[in-house]
């Protein structure tokens, strides 16, 4: 961290004036509940979540749960709408619209740029290394100006499926003179170490995380944000009062009841995944496969890959080209999938061999 690192010379001045919506359930949550307005008489399905009463606005037990899961405290943890909720907080919280600036390194998530554009966020970017997609970190740190307040690392990395190297990225986070985001969307693949249990070492480093990948709930869109709790403060006062709902909850505190079964699919995803290599490898259609900590692999394809992407979309196998990115000319992004799914995937490359 850098040693002029201030968080509140970074935090926008509305933010640090604005009062806080505060919302009926931050209060009470039992006895004769006439605060809300809600409907009395109950939801639709008469269902034991009792839909009409509005969710927990802080979600405790859930943030509790994380908590003991990633080894921090349960006021290191905000819970959100997907990563992209969290993403959307640190850029209101922290960037001044038409006037800073982020700093990515490309090819990345496409989310952090397009978030970025919605609040009129000027962008820096410094390319990965183009022979293994690392940091560089020399001109990442001479990029930065005044008005930079965020730089976001992606690791592992989407669309490349690989981590960055540990030193790298420590000395980003200590010596970059703002906020450091490490977006660990895909770390239950990876054979290293999380960075959230580090956000108390670093006030200046936020981590994102989401059920979407590993736990194979995107469909609930439940994200976790890990910072100091000065941070989270910030995210909490910024947030819609009520922007996770019961169900997204629920089902989330369900999983962590079912954590071996997570973790027996994670490790056969990471066995698919070994597999699929394998078997594209041989490929004539196939001319490079980057190494991956992800459950996607990187293609770099023979030809070009917008016509295979095309052609496969015609027999309804969807992967995604990423050949318009910087440095993944004529890539597609595969997921792995089930040893049904990637069969299928492999007959099909071979016939428009």
Not at 72 to 96: H, M, T
Not at 191 to 198: K, R
Not at 231 to 260: C, G, H, S, W
Request: hydrophobic share 35%; glycine share 4%; net charge negative.
């Amino acid at each position: 961290m850098s040693s002029s690192f201030e968080l509140e010379k970074l935090v926008r001045p509305n933010i640090k004036a604005l009062k806080p919506y505060h919302s009926a359930r931050q209060d009470f949550s039992e006895g004769l509940l006439l605060d809300a307005n809600e409907n009395s008489y109950g939801d639709p399905f008469q269902s034991a979540e009792h839909l009409h009463r509005y969710p927990s606005p802080t979600h405790p037990a859930l943030r509790d749960k994380i908590a003991e899961w990633r080894g921090v405290n349960r006021d290191n943890i905000f819970v959100g709408v997907g990563s992209d909720e969290g993403i959307d907080l640190l850029y209101r919280i922290f960037c001044r619209p038409g006037k800073d600036r982020i700093l990515t390194t490309p090819p990345t998530y496409g989310m952090y740029k397009v978030s970025a554009n919605i609040h009129d966020i000027d962008i820096d970017t410094v390319l990965l290394t183009e022979e293994d997609f690392q940091p560089k970190v020399d001109q990442t740190l001479e990029a930065v100006t005044d008005q930079t307040k965020i730089l976001l690392l992606c690791s592992p990395n989407n669309p490349t499926a690989n981590t960055f190297d540990r030193p790298k990225v420590r000395r980003l986070v200590e010596q970059f003179p703002g906020i450091v985001v490490i977006d660990e969307a895909y770390i239950d693949f990876s054979d290293v170490e999380s960075w959230a249990p580090e956000v108390n070492q670093y006030p200046n480093l936020v981590v994102l995380q989401t059920l979407s990948k590993s736990f194979g709930l995107a469909g609930i869109r439940l994200g976790i944000t890990y910072a100091s709790p000065e941070i989270i403060n910030y995210m909490m006062k910024v947030k819609a009062p009520y922007n996770v709902n019961k169900l997204t909850a629920q089902k989330a505190l369900d999983a962590f009841e079912r954590l071996d079964q997570i973790q027996d699919r994670v490790t056969q995803i990471k066995e698919k995944r070994t597999s699929l290599r394998k078997k594209l490898e041989p490929l004539a259609l196939v001319k490079y496969i980057y190494p991956s900590e992800a459950n996607f692999l990187l293609v770099k394809m023979n030809g070009d890959a917008q016509n295979i992407y095309d052609r496969l979309t015609k027999q309804d196998i969807i992967v995604r080209y990423r050949g318009n990115e910087p440095l993944c000319d004529n890539c597609l992004r595969i997921t792995v999938g089930t040893d049904d799914e990637n069969d299928q995937l492999i007959s099909a490359l071979k016939q428009l061999s």
